[in-house]
């Protein structure tokens, strides 16, 4: 089972348009990380969320922070075509050896035609 | 202050062979960590790196091996490769000590495997 649910998988949408992309899990997180990765590259870390029902902004993107810590938000007002990519979103899991690890989303693919 | 890098960029092989990869990381960092990313399972952790000692692994079969360097540099190690093992393979490093709740990690740009 997929830690991180990322819903839409894919999203085609016109310059200047809004969108918002979700991560949802079923556990609680002590931080949340969204990443933006471009063809050919690795992902680079956008925001750290760490605190229930936090609101960060970055530009023309807002991310939140789940009152729950289970779950966050990224939304992105006139979408540009610069913001294409895929974005992921991140969490750590604690192993039972109580080493812990970064997962991943699968992700949502987000093209801005122009 | 130059980042992640990988080596090589993009990498053939045959079923059956084997393949090392090379990371590495920005000066100063310690920690080192692999991910497997494909589009149907999207990233996947191979293992993590500190001070030369695998500090965390992830469910991989043993085919997948890696080892850490005193410099920090890291590679992985992909035995009798299947055509399954066809993925980008991600390199990323941090600075932390100790695994911190909102570590940042920094990724290269990756090797790209065919497994033919």
């Known amino acids: 089972t997929q830690l991180l649910e990322q819903s839409p998988q894919f999203l085609s949408i016109q310059e200047g348009e809004n969108l918002t992309v979700y991560c949802n899990s079923s556990?609680?997180?002590?931080?949340l990380q969204w990443y933006r990765q471009e063809p050919g590259e690795g992902p680079v870390l956008l925001v750290t969320?760490?605190?229930?029902?936090e609101v960060k902004k970055l530009k023309r993107l807002t991310f939140q922070f789940g009152d729950a810590r289970k779950d966050s938000s990224l939304h992105i007002t006139a979408a540009q075509p610069g913001d294409t990519g895929l974005y992921l979103c991140a969490a750590r899991q604690r192993s039972q050896g109580g080493s812990e690890k970064l997962v991943f989303g699968k992700g949502t693919k987000l093209t801005v035609n122009p | 202050k130059a980042g992640v890098t990988q080596t090589p960029r993009y990498l053939i092989k045959t079923r059956g062979q084997q393949v090392t990869l090379s990371c590495s990381p920005i000066?100063?960092?310690?920690?080192v960590s692999w991910y497997q990313q494909t589009p149907g399972q999207g990233l996947q952790f191979l293992f993590e790196?500190?001070?030369?000692?695998?500090?965390n692994k992830g469910n991989f079969p043993g085919r997948f091996s890696g080892r850490q360097f005193s410099n920090s540099r890291s590679e992985m190690n992909v035995s009798t490769l299947e055509l399954g093992d066809s993925a980008l393979y991600l390199c990323?490093?941090?600075?932390?000590?100790?695994?911190?709740?909102?570590?940042?990690?920094?990724f290269g740009s990756g090797t790209q495997l065919s497994v033919l």
């Open positions: 556990s609680v997180f002590s931080s």
């Open positions: 000066s100063g960092h310690r920690s």
């Open positions: 790196y500190f001070s030369e000692t695998q500090r």
């Open positions: 969320v760490v605190t229930g029902g």
């Open positions: 990323a490093s941090s600075l932390a000590s100790r695994q911190a709740t909102n570590e940042k990690l920094f």
